[in-house]
């Protein structure tokens, strides 16, 4: 039955079922998207082909075969230059925001393949590595374009060991101090929040939950050592403790899942589900005696304050949320 009923939703709304196109043939590819954002910056077609060195006839074709896939027209030409329509502008938005992530992920996916000359060792936890550090990667690749980059993503535990051990540069942590053996700047705040499936009983609430009532449920979890365990197993023992798990979890993305699928709710940074409660496969449930603030911390070596490439991608970071 609940496959019959998941493939009926998929079909009703129009992004899955039997028969949808997959994203990749419906979505232009990102050469498009940086072509249509030269158009709307040069005003010229044929400037905006020799910025992204192809041929004037070359980017008309592109430009064409991508209305046709949308199925609208985005820019209209005159001997004057080239101007976006109405829908032009408002692609042109969007693939601003595509192509802007596309370059977070690759600058993400340079630093994990790590190199053996790699000048800069990063360790950060899994909130702020998947949430953060890709931008301020991006962001050191513009001041330093021949850094090398590696990245290693873990729990705060792993991250101190890693530091403690002599296998990162830098750290990045979300627990409620500095570990044992590092010095470390607040580099940024973030606040744990309790997450449920839409149709969790929660939800309809009208006062909110109890902190008594969250403690004694068993909540699908981060392991043990993770930031937001930490700061959880903290706020909740004035109260017993937490409850046994019913589900720990070694990733935010698993966590998450799980809690899409109904399985229980969880607490989690408010960083990690934005898109989901945005898009209501989450829903926020208040909890009225109970905060879970933290800081997020940049961290080294004791004694070692952080030179060269770790000092610019840690005056990077100032600002984080």
């Known amino acids: 039955m609940g496959s019959e009923r998941d493939e009926r939703t998929a079909t009703a709304d129009g992004t899955g079922g039997p028969g949808a196109a997959p994203l990749a043939h419906r979505v232009p590819d990102l050469g498009a998207m940086e072509l249509l954002l030269a158009v709307a910056r040069l005003g010229s077609l044929g400037r905006a082909a020799r910025a992204q060195g192809i041929t004037q006839p070359a980017a008309s074709s592109r430009i064409r075969s991508m209305e046709r896939q949308l199925g609208v027209a985005l820019v209209e030409r005159s001997p004057r230059g080239s101007r976006l329509t109405d829908a032009g502008v408002l692609v042109t938005d969007w693939a601003r925001r595509v192509v802007e992530a596309a370059e977070a992920f690759d600058a993400g996916a340079q630093a994990l393949r790590g190199r053996r000359d790699s000048r800069l060792r990063v360790a950060a936890s899994m909130t702020i590595a998947e949430y953060l550090l890709p931008g301020w990667l991006v962001a050191l690749r513009a001041q330093r374009p021949g850094t090398a980059v590696s990245l290693q993503a873990g729990n705060t535990r792993a991250v101190a060991e890693r530091l403690l051990a002599g296998e990162a540069d830098l750290g990045f942590v979300e627990g409620l101090d500095v570990p044992a053996g590092l010095d470390g700047a607040v580099i940024g705040h973030d606040r744990l929040i309790v997450v449920a499936a839409p149709s969790h009983p929660w939800t309809r609430r009208r006062t909110g939950l109890a902190a008594a009532e969250l403690a004694a449920t068993p909540l699908i979890l981060r392991e043990r050592g993770s930031g937001p365990r930490q ?35 969880s607490v989690l940074s408010e960083l990690a589900v934005r898109e989901e409660l945005t898009a209501r496969r989450l829903v926020e449930i208040p909890v009225r005696d109970l905060r879970l603030g933290r800081d997020l911390r940049a961290v080294w070596p004791a004694g070692r304050r952080p030179a060269g490439p770790a000092r610019d991608l840690l005056g990077l970071t100032r600002g984080a949320p």
């Open 231 to 265: 700061v959880l197993d903290a706020a909740l023992a004035r109260l017993g403790g937490l409850a046994a798990p019913l589900l720990e979890l070694a990733s935010t993305t698993a966590v998450k899942s799980a809690v899409v699928s109904e399985a229980a709710p």
